[in-house]
């Protein structure tokens, strides 16, 4: 446990510091090689790639239409039920942020338009490991369908066996996902950003990943004529703010929902009452025995953090300071503290909102900036899958209302062609009307 007031400017900013990543020069080189081979060997280099980091030898990169046939009957009832509840309910958040195109008469005769229309090829990782991630396929997947995204491409790395999971497989299914690849990691994403035999490449790539997908989707995206990406979206963290009426129970579990994540996931606890933390702490130790990834746990504990400080309005502060990609608020009257959460990418209120709800099937969207990003970046969201552009129309009145002030304007800036392309038409035009 860390007094927040205690420690001085350099220590406060070291304890909300993340787990180290890798070193930054190596990893950017290695990702930098990985892209360069796709470059130049297509196929050749994801299934040369997928052998070596997933230890599968594939004929073919693309899943057999067949492995996508009679999904629903082959899972038990139970996933297929909670797999649909938490498509319907991600579909009808989402649906309903459909943003609404704008039409303003600016100046009499001058008309802008603002549309918005949905990307044509959108690219959707899915990260490999240990779990099969059905949720963040329909994240991604729910999004592009309700945008009306024409090409859905999905790609995820295969076990051994060179197969994906059946959830995985009738979630796509259910999102209209008709192009699924079996190659994860940098190489994917290089794939989905250069196009090879198989893959032709996309407009824009989401998706969480590791440290090497994160470097190969920023890296990608400055490629002349690239893809856009989503987000930097890194390991997963939680920060909890808990007052002394906050339950230890639920707070704990809280932060170990985050921890089994993975080994670099991070949890912070920032609480006023210091009997509170003790008993969290207490419990946390306690339920990392009854779980099935209690050494991932135990590993990403390693980099928990537990802040005393001597308010509420102190741990509001902390918070905003980290910008937490997961924010829990179990304190008395929590939704009133909204107003001064002002970095987060998705927040939970009251002691009955778990961070397991956004992670499955309460409807918002789990890909979230980490890392700190929340204070620049939003949550995904539909507007992600769709670019908006502007329209304008001016009859000859409208552009004779603001026409010496373009003109004026052009003057100013020395731009005589400017200038001449409203001149030459006012002139046509007091001519002719």
Not at 57 to 74: C, E, H, P, V, Y
Not at 332 to 340: G, H, I, Q, T, V
Request: net charge negative; charged share 15%; hydrophobic share 40%.
């Amino acid at each position: 446990m860390q007094k927040w007031s205690l420690l001085n400017q350099q220590q406060q900013q070291s304890l909300l510091s993340r787990p180290a990543m890798a070193d930054s020069a190596t990893l950017s080189q290695i990702v930098a090689d990985i892209i360069s081979q796709v470059s130049s060997q297509g196929d050749q280099a994801l299934l040369a790639l997928t052998e070596r980091f997933d230890g599968a030898k594939l004929s073919q990169l693309r899943i057999a239409d067949s492995a996508m046939q009679n999904l629903a009957a082959q899972l038990s009832p139970k996933v297929k039920s909670a797999i649909e509840v938490a498509y319907a309910n991600i579909k009808a958040f989402h649906q309903a942020q459909y943003p609404q195109d704008v039409t303003v008469e600016t100046s009499p005769g001058v008309v802008c338009e603002l549309k918005h229309a949905p990307l044509s090829s959108v690219g959707l990782y899915i990260p490999g490991g240990s779990a099969p991630l059905p949720s963040t396929v329909l994240m991604l997947g729910v999004s592009a369908q309700v945008a009306g995204c024409a090409r859905k491409v999905l790609c995820t790395p295969p076990n051994k066996d060179g197969e994906i999971a059946l959830e995985i497989r009738y979630a796509a299914e259910l999102c209209g996902i008709d192009e699924i690849y079996l190659v994860g990691g940098a190489q994917a994403i290089a794939a989905l950003a250069l196009g090879t035999e198989s893959i032709a490449k996309v407009d824009k790539i989401f998706g969480p990943g590791n440290s090497f997908v994160t470097e190969a989707k920023q890296q990608v995206s400055r490629i002349p004529a690239g893809p856009a990406i989503d987000m930097p979206a890194g390991p997963s963290e939680v920060l909890v703010i808990a007052d002394s009426q906050a339950n230890p129970v639920f707070v704990a579990s809280d932060l170990l929902s985050q921890a089994e994540h993975g080994a670099d996931s991070q949890a912070v606890l920032v609480s006023d009452s210091a009997t509170l933390i003790d008993a969290v702490k207490a419990q946390v130790t306690k339920q990392l025995t009854t779980l099935s990834r209690q050494n991932i746990a135990e590993q990403a504990v390693q980099h928990s953090r537990y802040i005393l400080t001597d308010s509420l309005e102190q741990a509001f502060a902390v918070s905003n300071a980290y910008a937490p990609e997961h924010l829990i608020v179990q304190i008395e009257n929590a939704r009133a503290a909204l107003p001064k959460l002002t970095n987060a990418g998705s927040i939970f209120v009251g002691k009955w909102s778990p961070e397991s709800a956004g992670d499955y099937a309460s409807g918002t969207n789990h890909v979230l900036p980490t890392y700190g990003y929340a204070r620049n970046y939003s949550s995904l969201g539909l507007a992600d899958f769709m670019r908006r552009y502007t329209v304008q129309e001016l009859s000859y009145q409208g552009l004779k209302n603001i026409g010496n002030a373009i003109m004026d304007l052009a003057d100013a800036e020395g731009l005589d062609a400017h200038r001449q392309a409203v001149a030459l038409r006012l002139q046509d035009g007091d001519a002719t009307q």
